[in-house]
């Protein structure tokens, strides 16, 4: 019997997916997570074959979940689920260990091929960014500054972009203050800049946030 875990903040979503996933999948049996805590409970329940994994949560990134997975050595196979563009967090998914990436706004029949492929053993990326990727491959690009922060460093600077404060940022990721303070200076640092202001403007040039 296939068991698959929804891991999304939006509970309207796990709904619609439910939905579609039935139709895919008629005896499934379905996980509900809204956070990154949610889902480390039920990962610890049982063992899931499916996973799809948003990348905004409560409680941290769900690249860091994922980073967590496959540390653990979990066997389930995620497909990211994201309304971030592919170009600026596919590649990011995959150093993490994803199977699959697509974007909220893709076809419910794309989601299916993609569905199949990983649970096939395949890897899943749109025919867009496979494109993207063969330019990439072929003539190497400049690094954008924000390429070389961790996904901790990029996790605050999308929490600053937002408007939060360091102890806002610290209670939604789980860390300590002082922590969170370090990750914001290494990430300002590193793109050069000094304000949250211009941090924030760095983010949504970049589509770092919705």
Known sequence: MMRVLLVDDHEILRHGLK??????????????????????ALLTERQWHLMLLDINLPGGSGLDLLAEIRKQQNGVVVLVLSAYPEE????????????????????????????????AGGKYVSAALAEQLARVISVPALQLPHESLSA??????????????????????CLGEK????????????LGLSTNVE????ALRHGLVE
Do not use: H, N, W
Request: charged share 25%; net charge positive.
């Open 152 to 173: 901790r460093e990029l996790e605050v600077l999308r929490q600053v972009a937002k408007g939060l404060t360091i102890k806002e940022i610290a209670a939604e990721l």
């Open 199 to 202: 941090l924030a403007r760095y």
């Open 19 to 40: 939905q579609l996933l039935t139709e895919l999948f008629p005896d499934a049996v379905f996980g509900e997570a809204g956070s990154v805590i949610q889902a480390r």
């Open 179 to 190: 922590t969170v303070a370090t990750y914001r200076k290494r990430a300002a640092e590193k």
């Open 88 to 119: 600026e967090f596919a590649v990011r998914a995959f150093q993490s260990g994803a199977d699959g990436y697509l974007t909220k706004a893709s076809v419910a029949s794309e989601l299916f091929v993609a569905i199949r492929k990983v649970l």
